[in-house]
């Protein structure tokens, strides 16, 4: 999951930033530290595998982040 605003690049306030940046990047690094610190104390092994949209790879107009 991640978010977005409905804003150009140039037109993209600074206050818009902290709740995409903390939604798109810390969020999922959270949820995967956890997982991998249970998958540890278990002691049973694995992988954490993270998933992107398309929208990692091209961009869309209005669509800062």
Request: no cysteine.
């Amino acid at each position: 999951m991640g978010i977005t605003t409905q804003e150009a690049f140039l037109d993209s306030k600074l206050e818009s930033m902290p709740r995409i940046l903390a939604m798109n990047t810390l969020a999922p690094n959270t949820i995967a530290q956890g997982v991998a610190r249970d998958v540890v104390a278990r002691g049973s092994g694995g992988s954490n595998v993270n998933v992107s949209s398309i929208a990692a790879q091209i961009g869309f107009a209005k669509h800062m982040a």
